[in-house]
């Protein structure tokens, strides 16, 4: 049971280190380029990028997502009697909420980051 234990905290650790040096404030779209300013474009992009850090990413979204999984695992398990263990649906619940969470967050930001740019009049492609 240790074992398993480990290999789950390990997990944990590493998709949340994997979270936040994944940022979606430093995500650059590809724009149709034709007619644009580069120099204008490149603090356009640093503005939409600094908008996207006011919402949380991914790290963020990763750590209350897999407090509010592990609770819910709990609780359900709970819920369903003895013949389920608390402690491993909360793990799942744990791991499970942590990855939704954290791709939520990621993506968040780069859509604040498009729609930014799209509003300044850049042609957003990806």
Do not use: H, W
């Not at 979606?24 to 724009?31: A, D, Q, V």
């Amino acid at each position: 049971m240790r074992f398993s234990t480990a290999i789950i905290a390990a997990s944990i650790a590493s998709l949340l280190t994997g979270c936040a040096t994944t940022s979606g404030t430093n995500y650059r779209p590809i724009i149709d380029t034709r007619g644009v300013d580069f120099n204008r474009y490149e603090g356009d992009l640093r503005d939409c990028q600094s908008y996207a850090k006011q919402t949380a990413g991914a790290a963020e979204s990763a750590a209350a997502g897999a407090l509010a999984g592990a609770l819910l695992g709990g609780v359900l398990a709970a819920a369903a009697g003895k013949n389920y263990s608390r402690t491993s649906t909360a793990r799942v619940g744990a791991v499970t909420g942590a990855v939704g969470a954290g791709v939520q967050g990621e993506t968040d930001q780069r859509n604040i980051i498009r729609r930014c740019l799209s509003g300044r009049g850049y042609n957003v492609l990806q």
